[in-house]
């Protein structure tokens, strides 16, 4: 063999090798592709029979659950869920454009015709996640719905539920509302001038992002928490508090250890007015259950919402039950606001007033004292 042959033979091996790896290169390029565009498994959910199943169960003519399981189930009554979705239905009717969370509960055919959840299948989802803290795909088997729909389905009830009855259910007290509460608790607990009591609540965030763990987390819990907390607001009065709180003028505390007979009366009243606060909480974790359990949520903007929507819902469940201390009139109510006319000046000099006042400790003191008498006239009247 010649030279030549030799190396015309060793260029076609090297042309062949050379269409091997560029075989393979295109084998590997299309696996790559085919991996990229690969589609999740379509699983097909039967939407219409399973909203057929919910209105049987709870909503036909003769449900097959009573009263008793909706209201176990839904926290509410039939009438009152109904009241809410009925409020929904008739915003997406009257207001266009729509907002995002309107929007979302808009009935439409998806891309075969078949009809997308109603309303009322998607307040299901938030109210049951509200209820009983369970994660957004525990409803599939028997709502038929995804966990990325359920969890759009808490997110966008929680927006409309502010934006359509924050302004009555947790709205501030005017003039009327604060002398109903000053009158309510002097007849109740004999304190009088009370607004209430004050208290707070942890609520755990489990998700919370990693560089927010120490602006978020206490020495004595074991995670970053939330707080939840009822504060003085701006109008004269007083709220009955326990140790934690600093001795401030809106704020009466009660004795570590009584010392006379007067003290004793004054810390056995206190402590049970307190009580009020207390089982508020209590009754509004054991109604709501997604606060009592570690929290889910990324943002503290989602936080807030489903906080602010369940002591919303837990007012309207109140005033349904006929429990609400005051009634709202939309025409006769004004909701108290600072003199926007004042200059930037005057109204840094009046919220430094305002604090100074707040803080000032001759007037706790002065305040608990007057507090202590008033109780002690009182036993001796009725005794």
Same mark, same amino acid.
């Given at each position: 063999?010649?030279?030549?042959?030799?190396?015309?033979?060793?260029?076609?091996?090297?042309?062949?090798?050379?269409?091997?790896?560029?075989?393979?290169?295109?084998?590997?390029?299309?696996?790559?592709?085919?991996?990229?565009?690969?589609?999740?498994?379509?699983?097909?959910?039967?939407?219409?029979?399973?909203?057929?199943?919910?209105?049987?169960?709870?909503?036909?003519?003769?449900?097959?659950?009573?009263?008793?399981?909706?209201?176990?189930?839904?926290?509410?009554?039939?009438?009152?869920?109904?009241?809410?979705?009925?409020?929904?239905?008739?915003?997406?009717?009257?207001?266009? @454009?729509?907002?995002? #969370?309107?929007? !979302?509960? =808009?009935?439409?055919?998806?891309?075969?015709? +078949?009809?997308?959840?109603? $309303?009322?299948?998607?307040?299901?989802?938030?109210?049951?996640?509200?209820?009983?803290?369970?994660?957004?795909?525990?409803?599939?088997?028997?709502?038929?719905?995804?966990?990325?729909?359920?969890?759009?389905?808490?997110?966008?009830?929680?927006?409309?539920?502010?934006?359509?009855?924050?302004?009555?259910?947790?709205?501030?007290?005017?003039?009327?509302?604060?002398?109903?509460?000053?009158?309510?608790?002097?007849?109740?607990?004999?304190?009088?001038?009370?607004?209430?009591?004050?208290?707070?609540?942890?609520?755990?965030?489990?998700?919370? @992002?990693?560089?927010? #763990?120490?602006? !978020?987390? =206490?020495?004595?819990?074991?995670?970053?928490? +939330?707080?939840?907390?009822? $504060?003085?607001?701006?109008?004269?009065?007083?709220?009955?508090?326990?140790?934690?709180?600093?001795?401030?003028?809106?704020?009466?505390?009660?004795?570590?250890?009584?010392?006379?007979?007067?003290?004793?009366?004054?810390?056995?009243?206190?402590?049970?007015?307190?009580?009020?606060?207390?089982?508020?909480?209590?009754?509004?974790?054991?109604?709501?259950?997604?606060?009592?359990?570690?929290?889910?949520?990324?943002?503290?903007?989602?936080?807030?919402?489903?906080?602010?929507?369940?002591?919303?819902?837990?007012?309207?469940?109140?005033?349904?039950?006929?429990?609400?201390?005051?009634? !709202?009139?939309?025409?006769?109510?004004?909701?108290?606001?600072?003199?926007?006319?004042?200059?930037?000046?005057?109204?840094?000099?009046?919220?430094?007033?305002?604090?100074?006042?707040?803080?000032?400790?001759?007037?706790?003191?002065?305040?608990?004292?007057?507090?202590?008498?008033?109780?002690?006239?009182?036993?001796?009247?009725?005794?």
């Amino acid at each position: 063999m010649s030279d030549y042959e030799s190396d015309d033979s060793d260029v076609q091996d090297f042309k062949d090798l050379d269409m091997i790896f560029e075989l393979g290169r295109l084998e590997q390029q299309e696996q790559e592709e085919a991996e990229r565009v690969h589609h999740r498994n379509y699983i097909y959910r039967e939407r219409v029979e399973a909203e057929a199943r919910l209105m049987a169960d709870y909503f036909g003519p003769r449900p097959k659950y009573p009263d008793y399981y909706f209201r176990l189930r839904y926290r509410m009554s039939r009438k009152l869920f109904l009241d809410i979705v009925s409020g929904i239905e008739n915003y997406i009717e009257t207001h266009h @454009p729509l907002s995002p #969370h309107f929007d !979302f509960f =808009r009935v439409r055919p998806d891309a075969t015709g +078949i009809p997308g959840f109603s $309303v009322i299948m998607k307040c299901t989802s938030a109210i049951r996640q509200l209820a009983y803290g369970v994660t957004p795909d525990s409803l599939d088997e028997y709502l038929q719905m995804g966990s990325h729909c359920a969890r759009d389905c808490l997110d966008f009830f929680t927006k409309c539920v502010i934006e359509l009855f924050m302004p009555k259910y947790l709205r501030k007290p005017d003039f009327n509302d604060i002398q109903k509460l000053y009158t309510a608790h002097n007849n109740i607990h004999g304190f009088s001038g009370m607004l209430g009591s004050i208290d707070c609540m942890h609520w755990e965030w489990r998700n919370s @992002p990693k560089a927010w #763990h120490e602006q !978020f987390g =206490r020495g004595d819990k074991k995670y970053p928490t +939330i707080l939840l907390e009822v $504060v003085a607001s701006y109008e004269k009065g007083y709220y009955l508090a326990n140790d934690i709180y600093p001795q401030w003028a809106s704020f009466v505390k009660s004795f570590t250890v009584a010392s006379s007979e007067k003290n004793v009366l004054y810390k056995r009243k206190q402590e049970g007015a307190r009580k009020d606060i207390e089982r508020a909480f209590g009754v509004l974790q054991g109604r709501w259950r997604i606060i009592s359990q570690p929290a889910r949520a990324w943002t503290i903007n989602k936080l807030r919402r489903v906080m602010h929507t369940c002591i919303i819902l837990h007012n309207m469940i109140l005033e349904d039950q006929k429990y609400a201390l005051t009634e !709202f009139d939309e025409e006769s109510y004004i909701c108290p606001q600072p003199n926007i006319l004042r200059t930037w000046v005057e109204r840094c000099d009046i919220r430094r007033k305002k604090d100074k006042e707040l803080r000032d400790k001759n007037t706790h003191a002065k305040l608990q004292r007057n507090i202590i008498e008033h109780l002690w006239q009182q036993h001796q009247q009725e005794h």
